[in-house]
Nanobody, 121 residues
């Protein structure tokens, strides 16, 4: 199971850090990622990290502003979001690929419950 936290209201240009805590003893073998969704739109990829943390991937829209990281000792993946923009407003979901692949919307085996990020002007 995945438990996301850290959402909230922030002004444009501000920062937030999301956390996603996972249960289970094999977290270090999971590919992990973050996705987001706004009403009426499909869930979209934000960033992903390999099981070792050695490889990261980002959507073009967040590249250079967001950083995904993980602490396998704490079974937690993070999303540091800087220079937030109005268009970053969404519900953010963490996801896990239990086979260690780079997680996508179709390969994800588990999803967190979602946490709301609202960026105000």
């Amino acid at each position: 199971q995945l438990q996301a936290s850290g959402g909230g209201l922030v002004q444009a240009g501000g920062s937030l850090r999301l956390s996603c805590a996972a249960s289970g003893r094999t977290f270090s073998s999971y590919g992990m990622g973050w996705f987001r969704q706004t009403p009426g739109k499909e869930r979209e990829f934000v960033g992903a990290i390999s099981w070792s943390g050695g490889s990261t991937y980002y959507a073009d829209s967040v590249k250079g502003r967001f950083t995904i990281s993980r602490d396998n000792a704490k079974n937690t993946v993070y999303l540091q979001m800087n220079s937030l923009k109005l268009e970053d407003t969404a519900v953010y979901y963490c996801a896990a690929d239990l086979y260690g692949r780079i997680v996508t919307t179709t390969s994800a085996n588990y999803w967190g419950q979602g946490t709301q990020i609202t960026v105000s002007s």
